[in-house]
């Protein structure tokens, strides 16, 4: 599903001084149904890694293949498509638009792919189902608690059945029940067979995926093994 091999970025330099290097030979491997946190301090790369494995930024250097294609050089328009076509993202924020209800939010992604009136509702509806907010489909993100809105937009992230469920800080801004919420929403998808990627600062909330990525100083390493880099065929 994702593999990583030999991934360095750095920023171009400001001025007269030299690049800023955040990644440095990055090594993974993330399966198919996996659910996978990368974990690591403020500043630590984890943003520039997401931007990478989100297709919204290119690695100076190395290869990244998602679902067994190269995407490492591909350019804007290309990775726009892969972005619509296999990853659904979470953010911190929710990101929701508040003049619409819930369900409107949810289908509105399938309606910039062109997807029927009906449809949509459908599949919209579908997806409030699988974070149990069905019965809320119609109000607005202003008339829901936190956990609930960044349920929404995990359903917004579902309703195109996206290969890759990618979430930078989805508990961020949550309280310790809307958290819970969120990370049981999680498990359950995980459950039925999603891909799940969560970045964090809180190993509390890493500590609910399969397994965690330690993200520190610009080195990504496997919590529990030693230094060792993967070269079987992609
Ligand atoms: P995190 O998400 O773990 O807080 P980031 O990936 O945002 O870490 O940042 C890692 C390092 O890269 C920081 O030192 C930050 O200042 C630097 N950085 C991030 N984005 C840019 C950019 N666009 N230009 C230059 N430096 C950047
Ligand atoms: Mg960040």
């Not at 403020?42 to 290119?58: A, V």
Request: hydrophobic fraction near 35%; charge should be neutral.
């Amino acid at each position: 599903m994702i593999v990583m091999q030999g991934i360095s970025k750095s920023y171009p330099p400001k001025r007269e001084e030299i690049p800023v290097p955040v990644l440095n030979d990055v090594n993974l491997r993330i399966r198919p149904g996996e659910y996978v946190a990368f974990v690591g301090p403020s500043g630590s790369g984890k943003s520039t890694l997401m931007n990478i494995l989100g297709c919204l930024d290119t690695p100076s250097s190395g290869a990244y293949f998602l679902d067994g294609v190269d995407v490492s050089h591909l350019d804007g328009d290309a990775l726009c498509m892969v972005r619509r076509e296999k990853i659904g993202f979470v953010f911190q924020g929710y990101q929701l638009l508040g003049k619409l209800t819930a369900l409107e939010n949810v289908a509105f992604p399938l309606m910039l792919r062109g997807i029927s009136e009906e449809e949509r509702s459908r599949r919209a509806m579908e997806a409030l189902r699988r974070v149990a907010l069905d019965k809320r489909a119609s109000h607005k993100p202003c008339e829901l608690s936190g956990g609930q809105q960044q349920r929404v937009a995990l359903a917004r992230a579902l309703c195109y059945s996206p290969k890759l469920l990618l979430c930078d800080e989805p508990t961020g801004a949550l309280d310790e029940q809307s958290r819970d919420e969120i990370l049981t929403t999680f498990d359950r998808l995980h459950q039925s067979g999603h891909t799940i990627v969560i970045i964090t600062h809180d190993m509390s909330v890493a500590k609910r995926a399969m397994r965690r990525y330690i993200v520190d100083g610009g080195g990504v390493l496997e919590e529990g093994r030693s230094r060792t880099i993967d070269r079987s065929p992609v």
